[in-house]
Structures are given as C-alpha cells and as structure tokens.
C-alpha cells in the first residue's frame, strides 16, 4: 500500500467496511451453495468480525467447521503461528 498513501488507504477501507455493513456480499444462499468443506477461523479477540456472525455462516455451510483461536484478534499476523500450523495441518 505504500504507493497509495496511508490517508487514502484508511479512508478507502473505511468507506469498504461502511458498504459491507450496509450490504454484505455473502449471503446466508452463497454459504449453503459451497460443496467443498470450509473451516472458518475466528480470534475470540477479533474486533471486526463477531463470533455470532461467523457461527451464523458456520451453521449454512454444508461441511462446515468452526475453530476460534485463543488469544487472537482479527490480524492473523499476531496469531500463535504454531497453533495455526497445527490446525491447519490437521
């Protein structure tokens, strides 16, 4: 982002995250439409997704799964990498 200027940048994601919250992409319909099997991930920190929110996409989701990592809020650069792997791997 560092051709784009930091002011800009801010206020280009706020004005995304306005527009997700007036009118979501994903649908409860595109969630029940996935085949394949999908783990979301949450931080039980996370301030911009809920855990209601994402368990509500959980419960749609075919084969879903649902893991929420301790400690964690939503930038994933501050997640316990080895937890991470461990998950992931699995």
Do not use: Y
Not at 50 to 70: R, Y
């Amino acid at each position: 982002h560092t051709g784009t200027g930091w002011e800009r940048l801010c206020r280009e994601t706020r004005d995304m995250f306005v527009r997700l919250g007036e009118r979501p992409l994903l649908a409860d319909m595109s969630f029940a439409g996935i085949a394949q099997p999908v783990r979301l991930m949450l931080g039980d920190r996370d301030d911009t997704v809920t855990l209601a929110e994402t368990v509500n996409a959980f419960a749609v989701l075919p084969k879903g799964e649902l893991e929420v990592l301790p400690r964690t809020g939503h930038p994933f650069a501050k997640v316990d990498i080895e937890r991470l792997a461990g998950s992931l791997t699995a």
